[in-house]
């Protein structure tokens, strides 16, 4: 609007004076545009020139971001007939004029592969002494939603109460979510209750008849993309009989944990029972005798034997059993003699005879002394 009324204004001054002064921008585009991550844009600004616009021609494009807070910068310059496109490293290999030659009245650039963050008030500035000219546009670069996951919370059993979710991670707000069933009767359960905003569908005291397809669209202005779901309803399991079940494999374990505990303990009884008569056997046998009380033993008995010549044979029999008799416990309670024993060669024989002894018969003995 305010091109034409400076295209009037122009006119109306050629009539008068046969020339109209001044730099002009006659744009007539939309000043906001919106266009989708990924896409190319043209930004609009074309221009005319008269003749007393004599000095030299400049034209800048710069960007005000979104973020009012960071400051403005410059986009693309053409200066002294060169063009100059690097001066913005987010848009470096992105940003060209339309035209090859941008004196001949089109300032407009091409913003190619654009990004979310593109989005900010481009300015377009023409200069030529005496005049220059801007003009101002906003572009807003939204994101196409990602393709939403669908999924089903909470048990798909009749009676229960499910929730249908559709969730997109990317997209420019506002997403709207829109649910539909795609089989059987194509109707919503009557019980459902869909929130267009956060992609949920609650459907309350589910039925089998719920159990079918569903999809899901997401979209913003920029796009849309859809996710399709299978949702079956199904009766609640016998809970009566997983119960029993339960309770019957618990006993079962228990009684294993008591019969192996029960082994244990009756293994472990008879290890020490087999332990126990072992140390009595070996209690019961006596140790062997030594040779050096055997000798003295016997020296003993020989030195009694001059004694025993003196006796009746009436008493030699009852002197002879209790002498034995004493022999094993004197041998047990009297400590070894270090005095090494008589030499058995000087008592046996022929040396008793001489001796004056009376040969006597000894009886045997078994190892625990007793007399044979």
Not at 119 to 134: A, E, L, S, W
Not at 241 to 252: N, R
Request: net charge positive; with cysteine.
């Amino acid at each position: 609007m305010d091109s034409v009324i400076l295209l009037s204004s122009c006119f109306t001054v050629i009539l008068i004076t046969g020339s109209c002064h001044g730099l002009e921008i006659t744009s007539s585009g939309p000043s906001t545009i919106e266009k989708a991550s990924g896409e190319s844009v043209k930004l609009d600004c074309q221009f005319t020139l008269a003749a007393e616009d004599s000095g030299p021609l400049d034209i800048e494009w710069s960007l005000q971001p979104s973020d009012n807070q960071k400051e403005e910068k410059v986009v693309i310059l053409y200066v002294g007939d060169r063009v100059y496109e690097n001066y913005y490293p987010e848009l470096k290999g992105r940003v060209h004029f339309n035209s090859p030659d941008p004196k001949n009245g089109d300032a407009s650039i091409n913003i190619m592969s654009l990004k979310s963050s593109d989005t900010g008030t481009y300015q377009c500035k023409v200069k030529k002494v005496p005049g220059i000219q801007r003009r101002k546009m906003l572009l807003t670069v939204m994101v196409r939603p990602s393709k939403p996951r669908c999924y089903a919370e909470g048990p798909t059993q009749v009676g229960k109460d499910v929730v249908l979710k559709c969730v997109s991670t990317e997209g420019t707000n506002p997403l709207k979510y829109t649910w539909e069933k795609t089989s059987g009767n194509k109707l919503m359960p009557a019980s459902a209750v869909m929130d267009s905003v956060s992609g949920t569908v609650n459907v309350r005291n589910a039925t089998e008849a719920a159990s079918g397809t569903y999809r899901c669209m997401a979209q913003n202005r920029v796009g849309t993309e859809e996710c399709v779901l299978q949702l079956n309803i199904t009766q609640p399991p016998n809970t009566a009989g997983i119960v029993a079940g339960a309770i019957i494999g618990v006993l079962l374990f228990l009684i294993l944990i008591a019969l192996i505990l029960f082994c244990c303990f009756r293994a472990r009884h008879k290890k020490k029972y087999e332990k126990e008569i072992s140390y009595e056997i070996r209690e019961d046998v006596p140790p062997p005798k030594s040779r050096v009380s055997t000798a003295r033993s016997f020296t003993s008995v020989g030195s009694q034997r001059s004694s025993l010549g003196s006796m009746s044979p009436s008493n030699l029999h009852e002197y002879t059993k209790s002498q034995y008799d004493k022999i094993p416990s004197e041998e047990y309670e009297r400590p070894p003699s270090h005095a090494p024993p008589p030499p058995v060669g000087k008592i046996v024989g022929p040396n008793l005879s001489r001796m004056g002894a009376i040969p006597v018969m000894v009886p045997a003995q078994n190892r625990d002394g007793s007399i044979v």
